[in-house]
């Protein structure tokens, strides 16, 4: 019912942009004609007619603005007597769609994936809104969404290692299974299952909405982890994190959040690994930013209307332009600027905590020309290598591999032998000194 509403919502949303959109055309359009029209004699007689051109034109638009919103609310009075008719409390578990590479088929994915897709493009506007479709941030326990107060009742033998897996823009954890049978010739093989396996560790999984600024969805899984280590039954000896791509930001800027609120949780934090995650900025998100400049800096239908729907992407997409992890990155900044420096704060990496940096290109030779100016296709080596640290002493190891794509990060055998070697290892050690360790095959 809450994604119906949501999905309702946004339909009538979408006509008053697109009534938005039509308005803009007609006046991008007359203000070309009168340019011209006002260099002729007929200067004035151009203008008294674009007014009673204008007059009809917003009498209609208003009148479908005005009849959508009717609709709108008729069909709200529906929703609230089915709604009525439903229980009011959700289960403590509630069900997931299976994390398994032959669920893409399913009417429930299909569902799952076109919501996460909806975040990634507009889910800051979602969430201002309260719109049903915003997925907010989820905890996943095997094949249940559930508070991380009720963690326990989702986990039959939980054990007092866990790795937190955080997913990417536009995916839901399910990614992290995209191509189990491919890689592992299990359909419902991932890193987690793996690693519960073959090292015993407890893994869960977080959905969340991509759309919003990495800064705020930092902030949340920071309040969910200060929740659920408490709450995490028997105690937690260790917790892992591991991020993929937009997901190691979200992990980087909730333990800088953490660190500086003095968060309990930190306490079991041992490591932290991001695959092909833009430390250091993502190009293709650069590209946009300048392509809608340009076109919105040209008064024409066919460059004003791309230029404002460009505009209109989400704030959790322009974060990654530089990598932006805390408030004050975006705070009183213009987001579509041509000319932001890139300037942005330093958010320093946690000294007892060991972090791993994985890259990757798709040459298979990682030193190929292509392969260092495209990286992955998304994220360019030195971006997923970390951030710049230019003082303090941290456990650095970073990692590159050729021939892999941005989205097999996440799934990759030879990805996985990095994760379960570090854990092998077991708790990471305080480092003495600056190291950056060795890189991959």
């Excluded at 959109?21 to 340019?35: D, K, W």
């Excluded at 937690?236 to 953490?258: D, K, N, T, W």
């Excluded at 002493?393 to 990060?409: K, N, P, Q, S, Y």
Aim: hydrophobic share 45%; glycine share 10%.
């Amino acid at each position: 019912m809450k994604r119906l509403r949501g999905l309702k919502s946004l339909v009538h949303d979408a006509v008053d942009r697109t009534v938005e959109l039509v308005r803009e055309g007609h006046e991008s359009s007359s203000r070309g004609v009168l340019r011209i029209t006002d260099m002729t004699p007929i200067a004035a007689p151009a203008r008294t007619v674009d007014a009673v051109r204008r007059l009809g034109t917003d009498s209609v638009l208003a009148a479908i603005k005005l009849v959508n919103r009717g609709v709108e609310a008729v069909t709200d009075v529906g929703l609230d007597v089915v709604e009525r008719a439903r229980p009011a409390e959700l289960p403590a578990l509630v069900p997931a769609v299976p994390m398994r590479s032959d669920a893409l088929t399913s009417a429930a994915w299909v569902e799952d994936a076109a919501v996460a897709l909806v975040n990634a493009a507009i889910g800051d506007t979602l969430g201002r809104r309260g719109n049903g479709l915003d997925e907010g941030m989820l905890l996943r326990a095997g094949d249940h969404y559930v508070a991380p107060e009720d963690v326990r009742m989702a986990l039959s033998r939980p054990a007092r290692r866990t790795v937190l897996f955080v997913h990417g823009l536009g995916t839901t954890e399910w990614s992290w299974c995209l191509e189990a049978h491919a890689y592992h010739g299990d359909p419902g093989a991932t890193f987690g299952s793996l690693l519960e396996r073959d090292l015993g560790v407890t893994p869960l999984w977080v959905r969340y909405n991509t759309g919003r600024h990495i800064s705020e969805n930092g902030r949340a899984l920071a309040a969910l982890l200060e929740r659920l280590v408490p709450a995490y039954p028997g105690g937690l000896e260790e917790l892992v994190l591991v991020g993929h791509s937009m997901g190691g930001l979200v992990i980087r800027s909730a333990c800088h959040q953490a660190s500086e609120q003095r968060m309990g949780w930190l306490g079991a934090l041992r490591r932290v690994f991001c695959l092909g995650s833009p430390h250091r900025g993502a190009p293709l998100e650069k590209a946009g930013n300048v392509l809608t400049g340009v076109l919105g800096a040209i008064d024409h239908p066919a460059t004003l209307i791309p230029a404002r729907l460009l505009r209109a992407r989400s704030s959790g997409i322009k974060d990654l332009r530089h990598g932006s992890l805390v408030d004050a990155d975006w705070l009183g900044r213009d987001p579509d600027a041509l000319l932001d420096d890139g300037a942005r704060a330093a958010v320093p990496l946690l000294s007892e905590v060991a972090y791993h940096f994985v890259s990757s290109t798709v040459t298979e030779d990682p030193e190929h020309p292509l392969g260092q100016l495209v990286g992955d296709l998304l994220v360019r080596v030195p971006s997923a290598s970390g951030p710049v640290v230019s003082e303090g002493h941290f456990a650095i190891d970073t990692r590159r591999f050729g021939g892999v794509l941005h989205h097999h990060l996440q799934n990759h055998p030879a990805v996985y032998e990095v994760i379960r070697d570090a854990l092998a290892e077991g708790a990471a050690p305080v480092p003495a000194a600056p190291e950056r360790a060795k890189s991959g095959p």
